[in-house]
């Protein structure tokens, strides 16, 4: 009996001690990870920083944006905390890797696949603000220049079927109900081409009327 415990004990210990070096080596690659994924971040905050990319965004009206949704513009600590956790779970990856833990790699390895398309609808969410807010006040300028009336509701239909338009694209790049977005934005354009129309026959008949009006003269006189 003695023996046989002797001998139980005997295995546990030898597995333990024939997996320790292998432990030892996941402990050594994630540590090591974790410090190379902090120094990377914060050399990417600082190349941000130097290139002045925050000035070029606040010019662009995007701090402002952010401000209204309570959100400060840091788009070096933002990409810092991206390369950051990116590279921390590559390297839990391969720590994972080493101890033989498949499962736990495959979904570290779906995440890793995953943040891109975060960093892209981020971009995406971006672009939208900043050309949202361009063709706004082009719009405006263009039809208070045409003399209409509701030149603002107009510039404001423009700007917020961009915003739509960015958010619905952002969605599908992170694979959220991509096919219920896609019915989603269909139905929006539609009413939204519903309410321009509507706009223009109720606010731009006077307009409408002054042109054919103009037209009809010169007719007249050739």
């Known amino acids: ?28 690659v994630f540590i090591a990870g974790w410090i190379v994924a902090i120094f990377l971040g914060k050399l990417v905050n600082r190349l941000i920083k130097v290139a002045k990319l925050d000035d070029f965004l606040a010019k662009l009206g995007v701090e402002r944006t952010l401000e209204k949704a309570k959100l400060k513009l840091d788009s070096g600590k933002f990409f810092e905390e991206v390369v950051k956790w990116f590279l921390i779970i590559v390297f839990l990856m391969a720590a994972s890797d080493i101890l033989g833990l498949t499962q736990i790699t495959l979904f570290l390895n779906t995440i890793v696949l995953y943040i891109p398309n975060v960093v892209v609808a981020a971009i995406v969410i971006l672009a939208a603000a900043i050309i949202a807010k361009f063709m ?30 960015g958010f619905i694209i952002a969605l599908s790049q992170l694979g959220i109900a991509a096919n219920l977005m896609q019915t989603l934005w269909i139905g929006i354009v539609a009413m939204l081409a519903l309410a321009g129309g509507l706009a223009f026959g109720l606010g731009g008949k006077d307009l409408a009327a002054k042109i054919l009006e103009k037209i009809r003269e010169e007719l007249s006189q050739k």
Request: glycine share 6%; no cysteine; net charge positive.
């Open 136 to 165: 706004y006040r082009l719009v405006k300028a263009s039809a208070d220049t045409a003399g209409l009336s509701f030149s603002s509701s107009v510039a404001a239909i423009v700007r917020w079927a961009i915003w739509i338009f």
């Open 1 to 28: 009996m003695v023996e046989i415990l002797f001998d139980s004990l005997k295995q546990v210990w030898g597995s333990v001690i024939g997996f320790l070096p292998t432990f030892l080596a996941a402990v050594i």
